[in-house]
């Protein structure tokens, strides 16, 4: 069984639409990381957190420690949201990556 | 400028040939990474350094090697390349410390490699 686990693989929605992508960890961790990949391009660091929630812009990302779950949630999507976002998480010092979900905003 | 700048960008290569892919960073971090990434697939951990002295083999350091020139500095090269090292390749920092177990990430934009 994968130490981290995204849900869904593969998203497509409408413009407008509230998005949830979940990860779910099986292991200890000190932190959550969000990233961001756009088609062909470099990956970008939306969220690191440990516990709670954090908002920037339309992005919102929860981590729920004794469930062992993240959600990234964003609101009023937009086409340019379109990318893979990744979860990483720190455990033992070390990086653990999920496989990433691909999400696709319809104009 | 960019925080992690990687070269050459793109580079297309043939089967038994020598590549060097470089990584530099205006970070000032330790931590430095490098990952390959395959179409459909996860980024998967070639080699990690901690700072100059300290260079670790991630999951699949099989068939490349690195060095860590300076604490800006990290390059990953392919002794002899072969097809299947066809891929994405990021470089990556951290300011992970002990203190914080956790540090933010930094990538390069990514070095896309052919070999044919």
């Known amino acids: 069984k994968n130490e981290v686990e995204q849900s869904p693989q593969n998203l497509t929605a409408q413009e407008g639409e509230f998005i949830t992508i979940n990860c779910s960890y099986s292991v200890g961790i000190s932190a959550l990381h969000w990233l961001q990949q756009h088609p062909g391009g470099g990956i970008v660091s939306l969220f690191m957190l440990s516990s709670g929630k954090k908002k920037h812009g339309r992005l919102i990302a929860t981590i729920n420690i004794q469930e062992k779950h993240s959600s990234l949630h964003i609101t009023a999507s937009h086409p340019r949201d379109s990318a893979v976002y990744i979860c990483?998480?720190?455990?033992?010092?070390?990086?653990?990556w999920g496989a990433g979900t691909k999400l696709i905003i319809k104009p | 400028d960019a925080d992690v700048t990687q070269t050459p960008r793109n580079r297309i290569t043939k089967t038994g040939k020598r590549i060097m892919l470089e990584c530099s960073q205006t970070k000032g971090h330790d931590r430095m990474y490098w990952y390959r990434q395959d179409p459909g697939l996860g980024l998967r951990l070639i080699y990690y350094s901690f700072d100059v002295k300290d260079i670790n083999k991630g999951e699949i350091s099989d068939g490349y090697s690195v060095s860590r020139q300076a604490q800006a500095k990290f390059s990953l090269s392919l002794e002899s390349a072969i097809p299947n090292q066809t891929a994405l390749y990021f470089c990556?920092?951290?300011?992970?410390?002990?203190?914080?177990?956790?540090?933010?990430?930094?990538f390069g934009e990514g070095s896309r490699l052919t070999v044919l």
């Open positions: 990483a998480l720190y455990s033992n010092y070390q990086l653990i």
């Open positions: 990556a920092t951290s300011d992970w410390t002990f203190s914080k177990n956790t540090g933010e990430l930094f």
